[in-house]
């Protein structure tokens, strides 16, 4: 009966979808950064403090 609003609904549910998607990853995706920065950057201190003996 309502055909012709199926296509818009669909597009508007793959841009929910695709924005629940960012909103999930981009927490994620920054804390796994962090972790991967601070790991570099210990073992870069550990590194001068073998070095400077």
């Known amino acids: 009966m309502f055909s012709h609003e199926s296509i818009p609904l669909i597009i508007f549910f793959i841009i929910l979808l695709l924005g629940a998607l960012a909103a999930a ?4 995706h920054a804390l796994i950064s962090w972790l991967r920065r601070r790991s570099e950057r210990a073992n870069a201190s550990h590194a001068r403090k073998v070095d400077s003996r």
């Open 25 to 28: 990853l981009h927490p994620l």
